[in-house]
Every structure is written in structure tokens, then in C-alpha cells.
């Protein structure tokens, strides 16, 4: 068996967790970089790399020749791009967290780069690897839904996660980051479109931010909830609950980057970061509820919700000429029902322990990209699965379409879109 070389570019929770699903019979991790020092002696210790190939930027990683067969990139959205080009130029394969990059210009050029280089990028779309939508997939591959039609796609980000990472954290603010629909629902418009099958012809969106804004804070509340806030205890987003010392979930974790804070860490966070300050007296400027309609080639059509107010999850209603199904990702159901013999099946694809959160993997899909990942470099899989980079960019263009359908109030199409841009996919 072959065994893959990997170097990694980003070692926060992404790096750690797809480098955690790499076995050792395929994979061997041979150098890192990441500023944090704690980081990267974490990857030294676990993974045994030499002292002398931890590095404390990506520039000082790739001004080595090509070391491996893999880099893995997993830096902060907008650090996408420049490691990334570095890499394709110096032959590296390429696992790449999504978004590809944070503008359409820069996710063209990438694709374009691999390949004028020859290289393959897998871009970390992990809900294709699930069971779950793999399950999906099969069933409309087989027939079971005849010609599909169209698709209802809900993605339930959850109240709390939203005020975590999209209005107190990295993904709050369309400047330092991206879009909402680009940071957090690129995965669901690559999911319609793969189950489609089919190339976006046209798009319309609508979507704002509603609630999470200074005008809707209780006027007698400071800014940051530590400071005696009157509505502590009652709140849901309170800040010193859901980041409290004795909270064993993965926010507090997340904002800290430690496991085990300490009480002093926690109060230097609630008293001198945004994760302290309250949720609606922030920086954050993307939507918290937004709605997509797509229409492809074939002449099915979607619609894709994301919305900020409920528990969390995905949901989704595949509707074709032979047959339905609704899955419920959070519960593991997939209910089929078939015209012909006016039956309804219920199904569950994968183990009920794992659900679709990011701390559960994803409901499989981090360790299916892995492991197809290992099959495309190493015994050269070509089957349906694959979230490469020439078919995630078009999905990608999508996204920036439809966002500038909302921001515009128009139906985009995707041709002109692409011309009035200059961006052609090679």
C-alpha cells in the first residue's frame, strides 16, 4: 500500500481533525505550519515531525522544494489563496478547506492553476461524504425518484452557533471574512447542485440581518455581559454561560483554542474580546436568515433556506417524477415514498451515535473526504463523489451569483455573471 506524504498549512480544528481521521498504513504527516507555537508543538508531539520542519508561517513551509504529495490547507478563510497558489505552482495535490478563496476571481484562478500544473484539489465539501447524502445520491442514481424535479434544502445553523461564529466570532464580519452564505453554506449549494446533476443556469436570493443588531439590545444592557448585565441567567446568548469554565461543549473551546482554559483565560475573554460583548452590540454584518432559488439546465429548480432561529440541522425534500424523499439529517430519516406502489419506507443510513454536527464529524463526512482523498492520489478514483476543484468553483460562482442577487434584488444568470466578470474555468 502506498503511503501518502502530507504537509499541513493551518493547524487549528480542521487540521487537527482531518489529519485525526489519516491512518498511519496511508498517510504520514511530515511538516506543519501554523503561527501558534501551542499548535504546532501539538502536531510535533502527536504526529513525531521533526523540530526543523515546524514552521511559524506557510511562507517559510513552501520556500522548501516539494516535500510531499499532499498539502493540506487549512488557514482562515481569507488565507486561502496565496498558500494555495504556492502550492499548486511547487506540484502539490491539494486538500483544501472550503471556501475555495474569498472572491470569484481568486477561486477561478486556483482551478485554473491545478490545472495548467496537472495537480488534483479536493475541496472539503465533507456533506458528500456522509452516508447520509451518499444514500441520496444512490437512490436517484438508481431510479428510485425518476427524473428529479426539484429540491427543498433547509440548513438550520442553530441560535447559538450563530451568534458563536457569525456574529461574535471569525465569521461575523463580510470584511474579514466572507459572505454568510460563502463561509457557511457553500457546503448546501453544492449538495443541491450534485444531487441535480446539472449545471446552475440562473439564481435569485433574498436575505438580511434581522435580529442580531444594536438596535434590538435591551437598553439597559452593557456591552459586555460580564459587567453585571441585568438580563444574565435569562438571556440565551449570555456570554458567561455559554463560555463558563464547567460549559464542556465546543464553543468555549473554539474561542479559547484550549481544551482546559483557566478561570483568569475565561475572564480575559468575557471581559476583553467580542466573545464577551453582547450578542447584539458587535461588528457583525451578515445576514442571520437568507433564501436562494435555482434554476439548472436540466429544468429542475431548488430552494435553499439558511436560518439563524432554531436548533439546528439539515433538512431536505427531493422531489422527482417516480418519487419523493425527506431526510432529517439531525435524526439520521430518510422517508421514501413511491408513486407506484403508494408506499412509505423509512431509512437510516448511518449510525445514530454520529449526527451532523461539527463535533460528530460531520456525520461521517470528514472521514469519507479522507478517505476518498486517499483514493484519488493514490489509486486514482474518478466516481461521483468527488468534490474537485473544477466542478466546486462552478458551484462556488453560484454563491457569489446569488449574493449579489440579494444584495441587488435580481435574478442573476450565471452566463452573464461569469462574462461581465471575466471568469472562465479552463
Not at 517559510?60 to 502550492?87: F, G
Not at 445520491?137 to 447559538?160: F, R, W
Not at 454568510?180 to 438580511?208: P, R
Not at 459586555?224 to 438580563?231: A, F, L, V
Amino acid at each position: 500500500m502506498r503511503k501518502l506524504k502530507v504537509i499541513v498549512i493551518g493547524a487549528g480544528g480542521r487540521g487537527s481533525t482531518y489529519t485525526s481521521h489519516m491512518p498511519e498504513d496511508k498517510f504520514e504527516i511530515i511538516a506543519v505550519a501554523d503561527p501558534n507555537e501551542q499548535r504546532r508543538e501539538n502536531f510535533r508531539q502527536k504526529y513525531n515531525i521533526s523540530e526543523k520542519m515546524c514552521f511559524d508561517t506557510w511562507e517559510k513551509l513552501l520556500e522548501n522544494p516539494k516535500m510531499a504529495d499532499i498539502a493540506l490547507i487549512t488557514t482562515s478563510d481569507s488565507m486561502h489563496y496565496a498558500p494555495a497558489m504556492k502550492a499548486i505552482e511547487l506540484g502539490y495535490n491539494l486538500l483544501l478547506e472550503k471556501p475555495i478563496a474569498p472572491t470569484a476571481q481568486e477561486c477561478v484562478d486556483i482551478a485554473n492553476k491545478a490545472t495548467e500544473k496537472g495537480v488534483k484539489i479536493l475541496v472539503c465539501h465533507v456533506l458528500r461524504y456522509t452516508p447520509f447524502f451518499m444514500k441520496i445520491k444512490s437512490m436517484i442514481k438508481n431510479g428510485d425518484l425518476g427524473k428529479v424535479i426539484s429540491i427543498h434544502h433547509s440548513e438550520c445553523v442553530g441560535n447559538v452557533h450563530h451568534s458563536h461564529s457569525y456574529v461574535r466570532g471569525n465569521w461575523g464580519n463580510t470584511e474579514k471574512s466572507s459572505n454568510m452564505l460563502l463561509a457557511k453554506s457553500c457546503h448546501d449549494i453544492d449538495i443541491i447542485q450534485w444531487l441535480i446533476d446539472s449545471k446552475c443556469v440562473n439564481v435569485h436570493s433574498f436575505g438580511t440581518l434581522s435580529y442580531f443588531k444594536k438596535e434590538n439590545a435591551p437598553k439597559d444592557a452593557p456591552d459586555y455581559c460580564i459587567d453585571n448585565c441585568p438580563h444574565r441567567g435569562k438571556c440565551y446568548y449570555d456570554a458567561t454561560a455559554i463560555y463558563s469554565v464547567d460549559n464542556k461543549g465546543w464553543y468555549k473551546t473554539h474561542a479559547l483554542q484550549k481544551e482546559d482554559p483557566t478561570q483568569e483565560e475565561l475572564d480575559n475573554l468575557l471581559r476583553n474580546t467580542q466573545y464577551g460583548k453582547c450578542v447584539f452590540k458587535c461588528d457583525n454584518d451578515v445576514v442571520d436568515h437568507q433564501v436562494v432559488n435555482l434554476e439548472y439546465e436540466n429544468g429542475a429548480t431548488a430552494s435553499f433556506n439558511m436560518s439563524s432561529f432554531n436548533k439546528g440541522g439539515r433538512f431536505i425534500r427531493v422531489m422527482g417524477t417516480d418519487g419523493e424523499l425527506y431526510g432529517d439529517m439531525s435524526t439520521n430519516t430518510i422517508e421514501y415514498f413511491s408513486f407506484g406502489t403508494r408506499e412509505r419506507t423509512v431509512i437510516n443510513p448511518w449510525d445514530k451515535n454520529l449526527d451532523d454536527s461539527i463535533t460528530s464529524g460531520h456525520g461521517g463526512g470528514d472521514s469519507g473526504l479522507v478517505d476518498t482523498l486517499y483514493k484519488y492520489i493514490a489509486e486514482d478514483y474518478d466516481g461521483d463523489m468527488l468534490s474537485e476543484i473544477a466542478i466546486s468553483t462552478e458551484n462556488h460562482l453560484t454563491v457569489f451569483a446569488a449574493e449579489k442577487a440579494r444584495l441587488e434584488k435580481m435574478v442573476v444568470n450565471m452566463d452573464e455573471f461569469n462574462a461581465e466578470n471575466g471568469l472562465q474555468i479552463k
